[in-house]
């Protein structure tokens, strides 16, 4: 389902964010109505906050929802030009199914997930929300939990540059990939950061071709700017709200 908010059209930095903090980014519970536009406002507002005033954007500016991409910058001043823009979450898929089928306030063990972890079954499911996942074994440290992490947000790349070229993505002069980062179990900013030059050097520098010129990783905290040129940047998260957590 398409989001049909109106664009956003702002003149500044403070515009753009006074505007943004007017924008219903209330989000469903998971199997209680939530549509990937929802999650998409969700992850936008917080982005765009964040890099209003980075140098990123120029104003004035025109925010457009949209669809392949999601998003749509348009900078209409002397730099003028326009930036499709691309959002996923990166969640388990495992952990977004036990996620619908739990109580909010349920206390739930997080299983150690891998990007390659095959759907469990229905039956299997349920018995985790049932036990609250007490069974499970233990999750085996640190290295594992950043070596997970970063094999997911990898391959969520990867399956969004398979899609971009290979179905009806409208190209921009410039194209961003703004991933969510809702991986469970999540490892602490600091050893996501120790591991961020080499993330970005397997974003594009490896034996595939990434067509967007911009990556972006963005959670509660932080957001990670990755491109061709340079190290990767680094932004504290600006925009804060009682909604701002995806569960």
Request: with cysteine; charged share 30%; net charge positive.
């Amino acid at each position: 389902m398409k989001d049909t908010r109106k664009p956003i059209e702002a003149t500044s930095p403070s515009d753009l964010t006074r505007k943004l903090d007017s924008w219903d980014i209330y989000l469903p519970e998971r199997g209680q109505g939530r549509k990937t536009f929802h999650t998409e406002r969700r992850t936008t507002c917080p982005f765009l906050h964040t890099i209003s005033k980075t140098g990123l954007l120029s104003y004035p500016l025109r925010v457009k929802p949209d669809d392949r991409p999601d998003l749509v910058l348009e900078l209409m001043g002397q730099d003028r030009r326009q930036i499709g823009v691309e959002i996923t979450e990166a969640i388990p898929q495992n952990w977004a199914w036990i996620a619908s089928k739990a109580n909010q306030n349920d206390s739930m063990f997080v299983p150690e997930s891998k990007i390659d972890d095959p759907c469990w079954t229905k039956d299997k499911i349920e018995k985790y929300v049932e036990t609250g996942g007490k069974n499970s074994p233990p999750i085996m440290g640190k290295a594992t939990e950043i070596r997970n992490w970063k094999d997911a947000i990898l391959e969520f790349a990867k399956r969004k540059a398979h899609k971009f070229e290979n179905e009806e993505f409208k190209m921009y002069q410039h194209n961003w990939l703004l991933i969510h980062d809702n991986w469970t179990p999540t490892p602490s900013n600091s050893t996501i950061l120790g591991v961020s030059n080499r993330l970005g050097k397997d974003l594009y520098t490896s034996d595939w071709n990434n067509p967007f010129d911009k990556v972006f990783i963005q959670n509660f905290d932080m957001i990670l700017e990755f491109s061709r040129q340079g190290d990767p940047i680094t932004y504290p998260v600006t925009f804060r709200s009682k909604f701002m957590k995806i569960q």
